[in-house]
T-cell receptor
């Protein structure tokens, strides 16, 4: 079945440093989504990427979708303590009837030291 | 404020008990999902439903069943709880359509089976 791998599993940074998490799918995706889960909270939808090579920005966050639509990345510039949490990518397999069923990566746990 | 509500935040059950986890959404979403979240494993899909009385197995359905008698309510049932079902259970909902829509998650139920 479809697998979505995410690296690194953990990332510790000093406040102000940049952070990147990478997501790779074993199959071509129709789209990819990113979620953030604060400690003790639930995942919250951040963004969806649909087009090959697409790049989207949300303030200090930059999201990219690979040309082959099999990988994606999330980059945070100048991290802040409010960025702490687990970041998940999640993709929908291209083709077939999936009813919008997402397969999630394992997540990257980001710790930011002040 | 749109919402996915899970009936219990914390639950402790004994091995062999039948356990019901309830989820209600007020967004008129067609899709509803049950995930379990375990450290290092991310979110794994147990079951999902794209319509009333319709259900589809996810990646780890063994030991679980679901019920969707009304559009707004999706129940997860552990027929005979076991200790390896101790986990965080997350319910989510989304629209169904030609695109893929972001999920809205509930706050989760942390289930401990003793």
């Amino acid at each position: 079945g479809q697998q979505v791998m995410q690296i690194p599993q953990y990332q510790h940074v000093q406040e102000g440093e940049d952070f990147t998490t990478y997501c790779n799918s074993s199959t071509t995706l129709s789209n990819i989504q990113w979620y953030k889960q604060r400690p003790g909270g639930h995942p919250v939808f951040l963004i969806q990427l649909v087009k090959s090579g697409e790049v989207k920005k949300q303030k200090r966050l930059t999201f990219q979708f690979g040309e082959a639509k099999k990988n994606s990345s999330l980059h945070i510039t100048a991290t802040q303590t409010t960025d702490v949490g687990t970041y998940f990518c999640a993709g929908v397999n291209a083709g077939g009837t999936s009813y919008g069923k997402l397969t999630f990566g394992q997540g990257t746990i980001l710790t930011v030291h002040p | 404020d749109v919402k996915v509500t899970q009936s219990s935040r914390y639950l402790v059950k004994r091995t062999g008990e039948k356990v019901f986890l309830e989820c209600v959404q007020d967004m008129d979403h067609e899709n509803m999902f049950w995930y379990r979240q375990d450290p290092g494993l991310g979110l794994r899909l147990i079951y999902f439903s794209y319509d009333v009385k319709m259900k589809e197995k996810g990646d780890i359905p063994e030991g679980y069943s679901v019920s969707r008698e009304k559009k707004e309510r999706f129940s997860l049932i552990l027929e005979s709880a076991s200790t390896n079902q101790t986990s965080m259970y997350l319910c989510a909902s989304s629209l169904l359509g030609t695109g893929v829509y972001g999920y809205t998650f509930g706050s989760g139920t942390r289930l401990t089976v003793v």
